[in-house]
């Protein structure tokens, strides 16, 4: 049964930094791609990055170049570096990722960005 837990979310000020991590279980994570969602109050879930399984990675266009999703198949891990952080980039993040036909999700985690 494949799990995903995040982790690294928190409290930053606005133009800061967070390394979001992702820890993946059940099955060996080399074989999936993998994503990155997040959720604000009131608002839809969306896509934030995609990284495959072969590491072409892509991004919603509001990324505008300040993240980068990795992974490293060794650890079964992948991450969510996200730099020069805006007020509209708090939510709480998810991973996910697709087995046995269906979406896998993480718990979330929290990010607050402040002024």
């Known amino acids: 049964q494949v799990q995903l837990m995040e982790s690294g979310g928190g409290s930053v000020q606005a133009g800061g930094s967070l390394r979001l991590s992702c820890k993946f279980s059940?099955?060996?994570?080399?074989?999936?791609?993998m994503r990155w969602y997040r959720q604000a109050p009131g608002k839809k879930r969306e896509v934030v990055a995609a990284?495959?399984?072969?590491?072409?990675?892509d991004y919603a266009d509001f990324v505008e170049g300040r993240f980068t999703v990795s992974r490293d198949n060794a650890k079964d891990m992948v991450y969510l570096q996200m730099n020069n952080l805006k007020f509209d980039d708090a939510a709480v993040y998810y991973c996910?990722?697709?087995?046995?036909?269906?979406?896998?999700w993480g718990q979330g985690t929290q990010v607050t960005v402040s002024g």
């Open positions: 996910a990722t697709v087995s046995d036909g269906g979406w896998i």
């Open positions: 059940g099955i060996p994570l080399k074989i999936n791609g």
């Open positions: 990284i495959t399984a072969g590491g072409t990675s």
